[in-house]
Nanobody
């Protein structure tokens, strides 16, 4: 069974930046289209970004993060990243990664996520 581990979250002021990382055991991430999701308090988990399998592959973003967030993966495709710039208060959430089909999560198993808190 896959185990996903997200890291890199923290407390940042509005306008600041963070880089999140996603690693996995039990599965080889390089074989999957991968995505990031987030869940704010009292809200459902929502799609944030996705990247296709191949290095330099196509990416997809939620409208709310376009132009501010960048998803990418390392050359060995063992880790997936989410670079978040120009953070806004509304980006505060727990961020998760998962394999995706389109923008829909593929695996039932989720990691613990990483908390991102944006302050004014």
């Amino acid at each position: 069974q896959v185990q996903l581990v997200e890291s890199g979250g923290g407390l940042v002021q509005a306008g600041g930046s963070l880089r999140l990382s996603c690693a996995a055991s039990g599965r080889t991430l390089s074989n999957y289209r991968m995505g990031w999701f987030r869940q704010a308090p009292g809200k459902e988990r929502e799609f944030v970004a996705a990247i296709s399998v191949w290095s330099g592959g196509s990416t997809e973003y939620a409208d709310s993060v376009k132009g501010r967030f960048t998803i990418f993966r390392d050359n060995a495709k063992t880790t997936v990243y989410l670079q978040m710039n120009s953070l806004k208060l509304e980006d505060t959430a727990v961020y998760y990664c998962n394999a995706v089909r389109g923008s829909v999560s593929l695996w039932d198993s989720w990691g613990q996520g990483t908390q991102v808190t944006v302050s004014s």
